[in-house]
């Protein structure tokens, strides 16, 4: 551990909380990937899940709750070297970033989004969360909660994301190939990230999960779009993590027809000729 | 100076046909203003051009006519009393209008002959150019490059045949601008911005900002700029935050709805210190208010949008020149202070043409801030006696760059210290002092012997202008006027050394409540003594105020 450049802080989360797991994986991956941190920005919402870009030696970017994403993207878009991360929860990224995170599937930037899904809104102390289920009691949902919970893989597949995977962070080795693989993938990536909160949801807990969760194995091939939805509507008695669906895309930087012609936007040079020509397309 | 209304309904072609005059009357050596009063709609309703042109600067547009080129009867019935006595009133025979002044050429059976019903606007170009005195070759250039190829001879006939149908009325005026610029100002806004080196430009549409994104869309390949259309405005002023902090710079655009939802994020980039520019082209409200129509009633509102106290600047532009030169100079000021600067423009501006002089690129060039030393622990947020701290960008050193929503210390990092608080509280505050020490005093002109003093912000300056200087010709009194292009912070000194020689001091705006002389109070103890508002979404024009100051305040 000591000997990883993405090492930091002292945290600020619960003991036993999941956060603790995904934070280390996350800083293994990027060892592992020989990144340095200078390459690296984390961005981050607001959330317990939100302050992990607090929590590692790399440029970080902690903006609002919810917006995340536009940061992100907007980041990698700016400078296409950086290898952009947002770190985030389920409320920050499906609740106040929903619109967000439909729509940057569809834009498709090389970004990586991992969320911290522990099925609660923890930092507020405990209200549903689009993902928690039916029927679930909170200081809110004082009689359960009645709203059907969002599915993000099955969402994530129709609106067109080319890398779809879910991990738990009680199997850390797991979680850590399927960021890697995350990271690499070209185009828009997302990993919901299974994480008992043990504060607040006393119904997901490590053992709720330790008895559902099993690893994908060759037998499924992640690239048929209509058996992978199938596979993400598994959600239940069993839960399968691993890559659900992927598929080779381009990127929003292979589409965009300023950025894949020459160098990252950040290295181009003003050009006042350029304007001079718009404008005598005035006189 | 002549004033010419070319009206109809939406989908009628009064934007091509006002289009090719005002560009073959700025051939014609002409300043130029123009005016579009549209309706939020497709086809139908009402909707018309208004092009005001003369030898000498024109500022505004009037509401006094010289001619009416009319395509439906509602024109003439709306318009014909602003119509002066020696104008035109220009339609198709078929139009029943009985107005003395009434020329009627046989338009659209003119245009059968010809071959295409369309052609007709180029009929009414000729018989236009015919009328002020002009020389027909003049449009022929011009129609060159706004027809397309194979309808080009036959609008070249039209208007020969236009030309033939009417006798001359007006003299041709000698003017000298042919070699000026005729732009609008969401143009020269965004001509100042990529002078400026903008890099990326995030929005959502909404009416009367969208322009600026298809103007810069439609360079973007050319000039490398990156326009990104969000999926709403909350996303579109992230992005632009984000682009910004990884090191381009960076511009956002919108409407006053638009800029309610962009609220908390100008805030982030208060709080992280983040350079951005944000323009806010004002419509009237609240909620949808009228689309396409003006107002200046979003000040109160951006000078204090955001929870929280942070240092910010806003800068409203007045005419087309300001439009280009102080986007570039918002970019540089963000940049320089790392705060969130607010361009207010309106749809007046934003949506008229007006001649200006052509602009000087060196002077709206980017000035980047100077990269700061990387010696020992770096401190994105150190604490400076300017209280702007150096800035790394991610990624182009090997130092980490942290920045944060919430309070944090010098390194970036959160805190709850009340310490740190405090000291960084003061830090980012003092960067407005600072800035304050290179604000732009308001533009002042008239008498300088005045008695009354008129104020305005923004795009009525032009009716402002005119208003004092008619108002001095007239001999009811003597006037001047301070208008504001920085507002926020407020400019004081020339305000205080003026006011203190005036005996009235009248606001002019266009709005309901008087917000800059709410703002003016606020800032100096200083109550104006009347108000000129205007709020039905129409612009103020020179000879409105005048007849306002005369009925209700000289009395
Ligand atoms: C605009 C706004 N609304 C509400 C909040 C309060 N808030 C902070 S975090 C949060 C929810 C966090 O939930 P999640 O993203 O799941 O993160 P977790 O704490 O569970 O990791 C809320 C509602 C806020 N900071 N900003
Ligand atoms: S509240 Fe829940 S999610 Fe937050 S740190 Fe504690 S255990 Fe983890
Ligand atoms: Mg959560």
Known sequence: ?283 | MYNLLIGGAAGQGIETTATILRKALKKSGYHIFTVEDVMSRVRGGHNFSLIRFGSEDVLSHSNKLDGIIALNDETIELHKDELNKNGFILCDSTLSSNDPRTIKVDMNEMAKEIGNPKVSGSIAVGAVLKLFGEKIELAGDVLKDNVKDQYLEMNIKAMEKGFQAVEGRFPHLEGNVSLSLMINGNQALSLGAMASGLKFYAAYPMSPSTSIMEYLASKSDEAGIVVEQAEDEIAAINMAIGASFAGVRSMTGTSGGGFSLMVEALGLAGMAEIPLVVVDVQRPGPATGFPTRTEQSDLKFVVSASQGEFPRMVIALRNHTDAFYQTARALNLAEKYQIPVIILSDQYLSDSHSTVEPYDLKKAAAIYAVKPEEKGEYLRYKYTEDGISPRLIPGKTNNIVAIDSDEHDERGWITESSEVRIKMMDKRMRKLEKLKLELQEPEFFGDEAFKTLLVGWGSTEGPIKEAVESLNRMGKGKFAALVFGDIYPLPQKLLREKLALAERLINVEQNATGQLADLIREQTGISCDSNILKYDGRQISGEEITERILKEVQR
């Open chain 1, 1 to 283: 551990m000591s000997t990883n450049t993405f090492s930091t802080y002292e945290t600020a989360w619960c003991p036993g909380c999941g956060n603790f797991s995904i934070i280390d994986c996350l800083k293994t991956a990027l060892d592992e990937l020989n990144l340095d941190p200078h390459e690296v920005l984390m961005v981050g919402g607001i959330g317990q899940a939100a302050k992990t870009p607090q929590y590692i030696n790399a440029n970080a970017f902690c903006g609002l709750h919810g917006r995340s994403l536009p940061a992100a993207v907007a980041s990698k878009i700016a400078n296409e070297k950086l290898t952009v991360i947002v770190d985030t929860g389920d409320g920050d990224s499906y609740g106040e970033g929903g619109n967000h995170f439909i729509h940057n599937i569809r834009r498709n930037v090389n970004i990586t989004h991992f969320v911290h899904d522990n099925q609660i809104y923890g930092l507020t102390k405990g209200q549903a969360s689009p993902t928690s289920g039916e029927g679930f009691v909170t200081g809110v949902q004082v009689n359960g909660n009645i709203n059907t919970p969002l599915n993000p893989m099955l969402i994530s597949i129709a609106a067109g994301a080319g890398f779809v995977a879910r991990a738990y962070c009680g199997n850390k080795e797991h979680l850590i190939s399927v960021m890697k693989q995350a990271i690499e993938y070209n185009g828009y990536a997302i990993v919901d990230i299974l994480q008992p909160c043990v504060s607040f949801n006393k119904v997901n807990t490590y053992a709720y999960y330790s008895q559902r969760v099993y690893e994908l194995d060759d037998s499924y091939q992640p690239f048929d779009k209509v058996a992978a939805m199938q596979k993400a509507m598994e959600f239940g008695d069993r839960i399968p993590i691993g890559v659900i669906y992927q598929e080779p895309k381009p990127s929003y930087h292979q589409k965009n027809t300023v950025l894949k012609s020459g160098k990252p936007l950040i290295d181009r040079p003003d050009d006042s000729s350029i304007v001079n020509k718009f404008m005598e397309e005035f006189i």
